[in-house]
């Protein structure tokens, strides 16, 4: 099974930034998609941006293009995320996974467990 372990998560003031690292194993890290999902209380998974397993191929989500950057270490198996200029919106527990896009979910994680996620929480 795999194995999807986040860490860098904390707490920011608005405007702050943060960066996000997912360490993968079990699974072809180098070979796959990777990407990021939140997950706020009493709501399903988001996705947030993806990138191929060689860049530069990635996509974002329109609530955090222009403010975050998600990027690899495909020699560490480690996925990461920099969150820039971070707003009480972004508060959310985040996920990584390997993404594929299944119609007419959009983009989902693939591998099973996922990790346990790494909280982040915008203060105003």
């Known amino acids: 099974q795999a194995q999807l372990v986040e860490s860098g998560g904390g707490l920011v003031q608005t405007g702050g930034s943060l960066t996000l690292s997912c360490v993968v194993s079990?699974?072809?890290?180098?070979?796959?998609?990777m990407g990021w999902f939140r997950q706020t209380p009493g709501n399903e998974r988001r996705f947030v941006a993806h990138i191929k397993p060689t860049g530069p191929y990635f996509w974002y989500d329109g609530s955090v293009r222009g403010r975050f950057t998600i990027s690899r270490d495909n020699a560490k198996n480690t996925l990461y995320l920099r969150m820039d200029r971070l707003r009480p919106e972004d508060t959310a527990v985040y996920y990584c996974?390997?993404?594929?896009?299944?119609?007419?979910?959009?983009?989902?994680?693939?591998?099973?467990?996922w990790g346990q996620g790494t909280q982040v929480t915008v203060s105003s």
């Open positions: 079990g699974r072809p890290f180098n070979t796959s998609t």
């Open positions: 996974n390997s993404v594929i896009f299944s119609s007419p979910r959009g983009y989902i994680g693939q591998w099973f467990p």
